[in-house]
């Protein structure tokens, strides 16, 4: 079973955010899938767009990439801090990470 079947998202866009505040900086997101997530000078983990840009705004989100998906799914299970929240654009229903149903 894929990991989206499992999810029940059903191809629904998705999106990914980090919860700064609770970051231990061990870097396995960034491992996991650095297309999506990125250290910064801070030692803090960010989500970064396709453009390469960190978004540093608390809160921000970037748009999951489909064929990302596992990674970012794995990152945000293996998260020491659980601080890897993705959720459902079309209603912000968190699907994978600590509040996820
Ligand atoms: S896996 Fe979680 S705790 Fe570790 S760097 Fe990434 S967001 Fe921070």
Redesign the pocket.
Known sequence: MSVQQEAGTGGEALEVW?D?D?????????QYAPEV?E?DIDG??YVKSTAEELQQAPGATVPVPLPLLTDVVD?AR???????HVRRVSDRVEVYGPDAG
């Not at 609770?22 to 960034?30: K, S, V």
């Open positions: 980090i700064q609770l970051c231990t900086g061990d870097g396995i997101c960034a997530f250290l803090l983990a990152s293996e998260c020491p801090g659980e601080c890897i």
